[in-house]
Each structure stands twice: as structure tokens, then as C-alpha cells.
């Protein structure tokens, strides 16, 4: 008999933007399990895109470069 399949586990929207997008890409980053190391890393570059790009918050930036890195 064929095992039954692993349900789809519903992502949590990361704290501070409250987005699933962001909490998909801090996944991708972790590396040995630590999120909070990884937060830490994307929040502090998004606090550098936002200092050198004023025109806009840097989420937005980034949704912008994540909307043109994947495929159409």
C-alpha cells in the first residue's frame, strides 16, 4: 500500500512586513536551521538598501528585483 502524502504546511508571514514572499526567501537562506540569524541578515540589507535608496522603503526594492529575477 502507498503511503499516504505529507499535507502542505501553511507558511507564517514573517513579523515585521507581515509577507509569506520574505519568509519564503529567509528559508532559502537559513543555513543549519536559524532563522533568526537569517532574519537578521535580510532585514539589516533591506536597512541598507533604504539608506542608499531613498526614493522608496526597501521592501519595495526588493519585491521589485524579486519581481525581475522570476521567470515570467
Do not use: H
Not at 537578521?40 to 540589507?45: S, V
Amino acid at each position: 500500500m502507498r503511503k499516504t502524502r505529507a499535507k502542505k504546511r501553511i507558511l507564517t508571514p514573517d513579523p515585521k512586513f507581515n509577507d509569506v514572499m520574505v519568509t519564503r526567501f529567509v528559508n532559502g537562506m537559513m543555513y543549519d536551521g536559524k532563522k533568526s540569524v537569517s532574519l537578521n541578515i535580510f532585514y539589516t540589507a533591506l536597512d541598507i538598501v533604504e539608506k542608499k535608496i531613498t526614493e522608496e522603503p526597501g521592501i519595495e526594492t526588493w519585491r521589485k528585483a524579486m519581481n525581475n529575477v522570476m521567470p515570467s
